[in-house]
RNA sequence: GCUGGAGUGGCGGAACUGGCAGACGCGCCGGACUCAAAAUCCGGUGGGGCUUACCACCCCGUGAGGGUUCGACUCCCUCCUCCAGCACCA
């Protein structure tokens, strides 16, 4: 044992023994409660980056905090291992997309496994395994049967640098999500998609009803991403035609205020409502002018509204009215219908419309407070209210409106009640290489033709050539392409496309409870022992894509009998990002600082405990060298002052105060002196302190720094010249060790051998904070005069109002400051202070 | 624009339920140790004033302004700034 803190020598010592003695291995064959503790499933990018250690340390320490508490714990890693980037790594370094991910996969491990994460590694799985893909594809193949997966020919995202299609929840600002400067184009493909909207109703109605532990942002993003809203569907006819146009509204009482018909530059009824119409031609290219528009403001955002009348009237299904049809830039033919009633007088965009091209505004609901006109409006009044000019509607409230509109509408039938999402179908096919193939064959005789079960997995080739441009790659592999067809056995074509990776991440949870299964994708037994996940840790960049798919998949496998429960994670937790000059780290930055060169000067414990220290979990951190050190430096200071008392301790015994089957007898009255007492208070009321915030708000900053303010405390005693009794220090020492195991796990276990200690900390119990060890014996109690801070007083016990008061005007300044007979009242928090508020 | 979050020393941050603002760490200043330096240990450190005096005492101070309260970083109102998500959703 040498005096001077060496993590390179302690710290693969302890990965080591933890590895030899199984540490974190578990078997859900348990009479202990389970804690299920899960971390984000990392994609095998090349290295670990400090977002990783940040999310993995956080976990980490909740982990171990609830081993030492007595849980079973689950807590397994794995790799989101398909994906583009290794293709694009293929094109580059020609290399296979297999091997970059494998070596990567290598390194990460060794990475993990360096920075002391308590992973069950017999558990680790990887998405690229054909073992874990071809329950993708069984998936797909239970959900195809159900009429939840389906082949639409649609207008899709294609991003021109992936060469392939996005999912809508791939596309920000307009761009790819991975290609920031590339505008989102559209294109006509046929594509698989997952039923997500069957759903809908039942995830949004779950993130109130279930999900109490995830933090209210999250769910506010899936809420309105979800976007339920309940409206009426209304058919409008065509005059001079027997055409209908659909719309959609949500403003039924608002319907004698419409003034036009609006449809969206993409609606198919516009080319029949040009048909033969005189001077449709001109028409017809300002439409196609719009369209350009549409396309381009969803990759911009935001065009200024433009519109034409295309020379055609409808009729209100209410009153009779006619109205002429116009075509502009601002309907949306994704959402509703792609056609809407303009009322401009109640809608804030109608008014802009309405105002620009000169349209009438109807004024048809009235404010409870005030009169308005048409000639007075500035701006649209969208407030509920009381109908007007809305024939036999008039005076009814809006809400009445809506609901005997409705059912009239329903009645006479031109309309009904329509509940709309604008959640969309999870499109799923990616013109790429290395994913998931998706399970179907095409056979000219029999169509598309599912793969049967027993034929999975359908394998990846391995011998491709990817170059990155044109359709998926698997197209040009005749042996993959040509197969014959499982019903007819002629020749057919095998699908070329294969899944979004986000169909791996969406259920690779319920695999780590049993991974080895092989007749089906989960084990009940395991799922029902370890499930729901009781915390689940990542970032806030997965709140809406992989936590909505991942709730969505729980409910399909419920619904095919695999699981009993609804949603599969109780307790969610964001963490922030990792920030070093005012910016996310990133190469493009050049602000990355890689872990191996953390683990490297000051060890995995320091990195580990520097990312807690530094911000709370759930904030942004802002990366500092010199507060790398600070760490570094507390470490140091713990491990010396343990190994200057380390040779006297070890075979004394701990006088036992902080184990609940210790020596409840150690009497804290006559058995230690003041000295010895205070220090004992210091360290109960630092486990009280980490204990408290492990159970509720995960501050580990403040909780680190508590055990900091103890290790400072020992130093203080340390220079006071006064003994500590052995059986005391001994226990403050081996105490603080076991405070920081979770967050510093090798300097604990070897401290904790140093003191003599049986190492394998996971298995000693978390400390026990005694309340008479905690409690002061003393307090210092504020003396206020009118609210300001005047003076102190130490008092050993709780005195009355009325006591506090004398011995406050006892203090020579205070009575100084009040006179007899002003004091209007006192103010007492016991304990605390006591404020004498003077007659003014 | 809407929704959510934030704004506190030179810096990261603390103050949990309305009760001493600035814990802990960094940085800085001073001291001890040393031939010297590093490391380490000890002390100081929001701003201003008063004072022979860092014994004390007074004033100001948590983005800005107002309010509630004996008392406000904390609650309420108005506003400003920043971050994130959504964004012509009918």
Redesign the pocket.
């Known amino acids: 044992m040498t005096s001077e803190y060496d993590p390179k020598a302690i710290e693969p010592k302890w990965e080591r023994f933890w590895a030899e003695h199984k540490f974190f291995e578990v078997t859900h064959q348990s009479d202990k409660p389970k804690y299920y503790v899960l971390e984000m499933l990392p994609y095998p990018s090349g290295a670990l980056h400090m977002g990783h250690v940040r999310n993995y340390s956080i976990g980490d320490a909740v982990a171990r905090y609830r081993w030492m508490n007595g849980f079973n714990v689950l807590h397994p890693i794995g790799w989101d291992s398909f994906g583009l980037p290794a293709e694009n790594a293929a094109i580059l370094h020609k290399k296979h997309p297999q091997e970059w991910t494998s070596a990567n996969i290598a390194q990460m491990r060794a990475q993990c496994k360096r920075f002391g994460f308590s992973y069950d590694w017999t558990r680790e799985i990887s998405s690229c395994d054909p073992a874990y893909y071809r329950w993708n594809q069984w998936f797909f193949l239970q959900m195809l049967k159900r009429g939840l997966a389906y082949r639409k020919k649609s207008r899709v995202n294609w991003c021109r640098a992936c060469q392939t299609v996005l999912a809508?929840?791939q596309?920000?600002?307009g761009c790819c999500w991975r290609h920031e400067d590339t505008p989102v184009e559209q294109r006509e493909l046929p594509q698989w998609f997952l039923k997500i909207t069957a759903y809908a109703d039942e995830l949004l109605a779950d993130t109130a009803a279930l999900l109490r532990g995830w933090?209210?942002?999250v769910l506010?993003?899936q809420?309105?991403?979800i976007?339920k809203?309940e409206?009426?569907r209304l058919k409008w006819p065509v005059q001079g035609t027997d055409l209908t146009i659909e719309?959609?509204?949500?403003?039924?009482d608002?319907i004698y205020g419409a003034v036009a018909l609006?449809l969206?530059p993409e609606h198919p009824a516009v080319e029949q409502l040009l048909h033969g119409l005189p001077g449709g031609a001109s028409i017809r290219m300002g439409v196609e002018r719009l369209r350009q528009?549409?396309i381009r403001?969803?990759v911009t955002?935001?065009?200024?509204?433009?519109g034409l009348f295309i020379g055609r009237f409808v009729l209100n299904p209410f009153s009779g009215e006619s109205l002429p049809v116009w075509v502009?830039?601002?309907?949306?033919?994704?959402?509703?219908?792609?056609?809407?009633?303009?009322?401009p007088a109640h809608?804030?965009?109608?008014f802009?419309?309405a105002k620009k091209y000169r349209l009438p505004l109807k004024v048809v609901i009235q404010p409870p407070d005030r009169i308005l006109s048409a000639e007075l409006l500035r701006q649209a009044y969208t407030d509920p209210g009381r109908l007007v000019n809305s024939g036999p509607y008039n005076g009814l409230t809006s809400e009445e409106a809506i609901a005997k509109m409705t059912r009239d509408a329903a009645q006479k039938g031109f309309g009904e009640a329509t509940t709309?999402?604008?959640i969309k179908d999870w499109g799923i096919s990616r013109q790429r290489y290395w994913g998931t193939p998706i399970p179907v064959v095409y056979c000219d005789t029999c169509g598309v033709v599912p793969v049967p079960e027993n034929q999975l997995p359908v394998i990846l080739p391995a011998k491709v050539e990817i170059t990155g441009m044109g359709e998926s790659p698997l197209a040009q592999v005749p042996e993959f392409l040509h197969t014959t067809c499982p019903v007819c056995a002629g020749p057919a074509r095998r699908e070329t496309d294969t899944m979004d990776t986000f169909v791996d991440s969406s259920w690779y949870f319920y695999r780590y409870t049993d991974p080895h299964t092989e007749t089906s994708p989960i084990n009940p037994e395991a799922t029902r022992y370890w499930f729901p996940i009781d915390q689940y840790i990542g970032g806030?960049?997965h709140?809406?894509l992989h936590l909505i798919y991942s709730r969505f998949f729980t409910k399909v496998m419920r619904d095919l009998g695999l699981v009993s429960f609804n949603e599969p994670v109780k307790r969610l937790f964001t963490q922030?990002?990792v920030?070093k000059d005012g910016a996310?780290m990133s190469k493009s930055k050049g602000n990355i600082v890689e872990p191996d060169d953390m683990v490297e000067r000051y060890g995995a414990d320091t990195t580990r405990l520097y990312v807690l220290?530094?911000?709370?979990p759930?904030?942004?951190?802002?990366w500092?060298?010199?507060?790398v050190?600070?760490?570094?430096?507390?470490l140091?200071?713990l491990y010396?002052?343990v190994a200057k008392h380390a040779e006297s301790l070890r075979s004394v015994r701990s006088i036992g105060t902080t184990r609940a089957d210790g020596n409840p007898a150690a009497d804290i009255a006559t058995g230690v002196n003041a000295l010895e007492r205070q220090l004992l208070r210091k360290t109960h009321q630092t486990i009280r302190?980490v204990t408290?915030?492990f159970e509720?708000?995960w501050?580990m900053?403040?909780a680190?720094?508590?055990?900091?303010?103890l290790?400072?405390e020992l130093?203080?005693v340390?220079?006071s010249e006064e003994e500590i009794s052995p059986p005391v220090l001994k226990e403050v020492l081996e105490t603080t060790a076991l405070l920081l195991s979770p967050y510093a796990p090798h300097i604990a276990e070897e401290l904790w051998e140093m003191l003599g200690h049986e190492p394998g900390l996971l298995r000693v119990p978390w400390p026990r904070a005694q309340a008479e060890y905690a409690q002061e014996e003393e307090?210092?109690?504020?003396i206020?005069?009118?609210?300001?801070?005047?003076?102190?007083l130490t008092v050993t016990e709780d005195l009355s109002e009325d006591e506090l008061r004398e011995r406050a005007l006892a203090d020579t300044?205070i009575a100084e400051?009040v006179r007899p007979g002003r004091i209007?009242?006192t103010?007492?928090?016991p304990k605390?202070?006591i404020?004498i508020?003077l007659a003014s």
């Open positions: 809508n929840e596309v920000v600002d933090p209210e942002r506010t993003m809420r309105n991403w976007g809203s409206g009426t719309t959609f509204t949500t403003r039924l608002t609006v969206a528009q549409t403001a969803q955002g935001g065009v200024e509204k433009e502009s830039n601002f309907v949306l033919m994704e959402y509703g219908t792609g056609a809407v009633m303009s009322v809608d804030q965009r109608d802009e419309f709309l999402f604008r806030i960049e709140a809406i922030g990002m920030i996310k220290f530094a911000a709370p759930e904030k942004d951190l802002d500092s060298e010199a507060g050190e600070g760490c570094h430096r507390f140091n200071r010396r002052i302190r408290h915030d509720t708000r501050h900053n403040t680190i720094a508590g055990i900091m303010e290790v400072n130093y203080a340390e220079s307090y210092e109690i504020v206020q005069v009118n609210g300001r801070v005047r003076g102190r300044r400051l209007a009242k103010v007492v928090v605390k202070l404020n508020v």
